[in-house]
């Protein structure tokens, strides 16, 4: 097994600040994923990274940068944080052949 | 591109019933696979189901689904709701890459009362 934790939890930032979440692991998992979850839009995603320093846009990159220098860890940067984007962000890992995703308790942004 | 349709929002069983989440999808690749996640209040979402294979029976927790092709569809059933039941669903599809990239439905609420 592993874990995947989240940083912050909660995050509360200004209108138009540029705000950073993190998500670390340790399954030793190839691919990491980041997800936006709006109630009664599912998960839509945002980035995706098959390895250390790859990185792939999903259905909901504009807006959002992200990072992926070491393998246990994958960064998504909120470039100009918005108030209709106040969501739950969920990073997810999965192995190679990648048929399961875990999922992390999740980063929950408010804009203010 | 791929898409998932589920049973929109709210669905509302009492406890002892049985019950029918559904799941249809539209993708032009052939090898494709399936999955169920849950998600409990508070919680993480968790793989509840997969399966790849058409027309086959797959079961966890007291929940099944089949894979069918001919319809498109991969529909989550249960014949006896618990209270602890009560959760959102996500049907999710996987086109066959080995990136492990998921296409997910709106997700599904369900509710069981006493």
């Known amino acids: 097994g592993g874990i995947i934790t989240q940083t912050p939890k909660f995050l509360i930032g200004q209108e138009g600040q540029k705000l950073t979440l993190k998500c670390q692991q340790n399954?030793?998992?190839?691919?990491m994923y980041w997800y936006r979850q709006d109630s009664g839009k599912g998960l839509r995603l945002i980035y995706y990274?098959?390895?250390?320093?790859?990185?792939q846009k999903g259905d909901l990159s504009e807006g959002y940068d992200a990072s992926r220098e070491k393998k246990s860890s994958f960064s998504l940067t909120v470039t100009s944080a918005q108030k209709n984007e106040m969501a739950v962000f969920l990073c997810a890992t999965s192995g190679w052949g990648g048929f399961e995703q875990y999922f992390g308790p999740g980063t929950r942004l408010t804009v203010l | 591109g791929d898409s998932v349709t589920q049973t929109e929002g709210l669905v509302t069983v009492t406890e002892g019933l049985p019950v029918m989440l559904n799941c249809t999808y539209q993708?032009?690749?052939?090898?494709?696979?399936f999955f169920w996640y849950v998600q409990y209040l508070n919680e993480a979402p968790k793989l509840l189901l997969r399966?790849?294979?058409?027309?086959k029976r797959t079961e966890h927790q007291g929940f099944h689904a089949t894979l069918h092709k001919s319809s498109s569809s991969f529909h989550l059933q249960k014949s006896s709701v618990q209270l602890s039941d009560s959760a959102l669903y996500y049907c999710a599809l996987n086109t066959g890459a080995n990136t492990g990239k998921l296409t997910f439905g709106h997700g599904t609420i369900l509710r069981v009362h006493p």
């Open positions: 993708t032009a690749y052939s090898d494709v696979a």
């Open positions: 399966s790849s294979t058409d027309n």
């Open positions: 399954f030793n998992h190839d691919t």
């Open positions: 990274s098959i390895t250390e320093n790859d990185l």
